[in-house]
């Protein structure tokens, strides 16, 4: 039952989600990382809400 749930799971993240890598130099992302840890959040998390903002902005 659980290899069924992680297939389809594997199956919607596919169909519904893009994966977008962003390369940045060490000492950037360390410290995004840093600053991310202190406000109790993420870099993923930080990096989506720009987009989205940033997407309302210009639409």
Not at 4 to 19: C, G, P, V
Not at 32 to 41: G, M, P, Q, Y
């Amino acid at each position: 039952m659980e290899n069924n749930k992680h297939k389809a799971q594997i199956k919607y993240r596919k169909n519904n989600y893009k994966q977008f890598n962003i390369d940045f130099r060490f000492e950037t992302f360390n410290t995004f990382a840093e600053i991310c840890k202190k406000n109790n959040t993420t870099p993923t998390t930080e990096i989506k809400k720009f987009v989205e903002e940033y997407i309302k902005s210009n639409s």
